[in-house]
């Protein structure tokens, strides 16, 4: 059965986000006050054959420590659901 | 009241993700089968100062629009919850 898994990868508290800082600059001179911090990670979808959503899971949460994300700055989370989506390019097997 | 916004910036159907395509070739080199296709998006926190939710989303899907999309290629979905966490980084006001 083909799952949906979303990860969100985020960077530890402490770690510095000089792209988070870049944003909320460019929040405050357009103008915006009460934006005090930006933080940005990346969100990745996955879509994952798996006989169930517990075995997608694992696998997604093994992807995440091995290549999705950097275990020294980055913290992940997983939430799988069932596609409903079809896959979104053409030619992808 | 500070709340805060969760923004899911995913890049529209049809249009090329090279980073994904990446990450898929890095998941069959190490041996997964199973996940046929990968799409990288990017997840952005941020804490506003709002009187209320609403008038909070409003501002984030403002920014959305303004700063933290390409409207060409990509779309944005938006999250406010009330801020239970504190600012993560030290000398931010």
Same mark, same amino acid.
């Given at each position: 059965? $083909? ?12 770690? $510095? ?11 405050? /001179? ?28 694992? $696998? ?7 290549? $999705? /994300? ?24």
């Amino acid at each position: 059965m $083909l799952y949906k898994a979303e990860v969100k990868v985020t960077l530890k508290k402490g770690v $510095l986000d000089p792209q988070g800082s870049a944003v909320e600059g460019a929040v405050k /001179s357009l103008g915006y006050t009460g934006v005090p911090q930006v933080r940005i990670g990346k969100y990745i979808e996955l879509w994952v054959e798996a006989e169930n959503a517990e075995q997608a899971a694992d $696998l997604v949460n093994e992807l995440g420590r091995k290549i $999705l /994300s950097n275990p020294i700055t980055e913290t992940f989370t997983v939430t799988v659901t069932e596609s409903a989506d079809r896959l979104v390019q053409t030619g992808v097997k």
